[in-house]
């Protein structure tokens, strides 16, 4: 499973800063509408540092967020105070009693497990805790466009908070085609005005699909997609151009 520690976590906020969370938070939010879903009680599979959370809280929903990594949880709960953040692995889900009417899984979280037995059991998981007329949104790495366009080396600088400083973050992602693994290696490196630095080193890994991939292991865990849609883009055609895509399920009959 991945996780976010050290320079990763402490300037995650900084490196998805243009990400537009309420944005997405908005078109999952008429998503669930759409399948019948009334705001009530949502569950944020790998909410990370809690975006998207308090993006659903805004809207009204009564969420609760889940993460494997402490490091970003902490600073969930800085970031949004009113929501309730747990320590998880999303593969061993288990909140006794409680029921979600929805239940999302963002960003291509859903590849981190990368085996088909950890994706399933992620997705059976949240299965058992999704109500009866409730709805599971997933986005996930879409394989086609993967394979027909993944860009092998990634630069970005980022300015930080005190003055001169820069963040350089390098990101070198190999593709392994038979497992369907995207590896990433990143080196982080914070430079000082002073002349100092920092350096960090991690490796990532993220599983992508093919829609009937999926399908095949929503079903596997209970589920029934109900809807596959080019993630975050109004009535676009699902094809190798769609890094991104969004399924929504129900639990099976």
Same mark, same amino acid.
């Given at each position: 499973?991945?996780?976010?520690?050290?320079?990763?976590?402490?300037?995650?906020?900084?490196?998805?800063?243009?990400?537009?969370?309420?944005?997405?938070?908005?078109?999952?939010?008429?998503?669930?509408?759409?399948?019948?879903?009334?705001?009530?009680?949502?569950?944020?599979?790998?909410?990370?540092?809690?975006?998207?959370?308090?993006?659903?809280?805004?809207?009204?929903?009564?969420?609760?967020?889940?993460?494997?990594?402490?490091?970003?949880?902490?600073?969930?709960?800085?970031?949004?105070?009113?929501?309730?953040?747990?320590?998880?692995?999303?593969?061993?889900?288990?909140?006794?009693?409680?029921?979600?009417?929805?239940?999302?899984?963002?960003?291509?979280?859903?590849?981190?497990?990368?085996?088909?037995?950890?994706?399933?059991?992620?997705?059976?998981?949240?299965?058992?805790?999704?109500?009866?007329?409730?709805?599971?949104?997933?986005?996930?790495?879409?394989?086609?466009?993967?394979?027909?366009?993944?860009?092998?080396?990634?630069? #970005?600088?980022?300015?930080?908070?005190?003055?001169?400083?820069?963040?350089?973050?390098?990101?070198?992602?190999?593709?392994?085609?038979?497992? #369907?693994?995207?590896?990433?290696?990143?080196?982080?490196?914070?430079?000082?005005?002073?002349?100092?630095?920092?350096?960090?080193?991690?490796?990532?890994?993220? #599983?992508?699909?093919?829609?009937?991939?999926?399908?095949?292991?929503?079903?596997?865990?209970?589920?029934?997609?109900? #809807?596959?849609?080019?993630?975050?883009?109004?009535?676009?055609?699902?094809?190798?151009?769609?890094?991104?895509?969004?399924?929504?399920?129900?639990?099976?009959?």
């Amino acid at each position: 499973m991945n996780t976010y520690k050290g320079l990763h976590a402490h300037h995650y906020d900084l490196l998805y800063a243009e990400k537009p969370y309420s944005e997405e938070a908005r078109y999952v939010d008429e998503l669930l509408r759409e399948a019948g879903v009334a705001r009530s009680r949502l569950l944020d599979l790998a909410c990370g540092t809690g975006r998207h959370a308090d993006a659903f809280a805004r809207l009204g929903w009564d969420v609760t967020g889940v993460d494997f990594s402490q490091d970003l949880l902490e600073h969930a709960r800085l970031n949004v105070p009113d929501v309730r953040f747990l320590l998880h692995d999303m593969r061993e889900l288990d909140l006794p009693g409680e029921q979600f009417n929805a239940m999302t899984c963002l960003f291509d979280s859903i590849g981190y497990p990368l085996d088909d037995e950890g994706v399933v059991a992620t997705l059976a998981g949240a299965a058992r805790h999704l109500a009866p007329d409730g709805a599971l949104v997933v986005e996930f790495l879409h394989a086609p466009a993967l394979l027909a366009d993944a860009t092998p080396y990634r630069v #970005r600088r980022v300015d930080l908070p005190a003055d001169g400083d820069e963040l350089l973050r390098i990101s070198r992602t190999r593709l392994d085609e038979d497992r #369907r693994v995207m590896d990433v290696e990143f080196e982080l490196i914070e430079l000082h005005a002073d002349g100092t630095y920092e350096r960090w080193l991690e490796s990532q890994s993220n #599983r992508f699909f093919f829609p009937a991939e999926m399908q095949a292991l929503l079903e596997c865990a209970g589920l029934r997609a109900e #809807r596959f849609v080019a993630a975050y883009q109004e009535d676009a055609p699902l094809d190798e151009t769609t890094f991104h895509v969004i399924v929504v399920s129900k639990r099976g009959s």
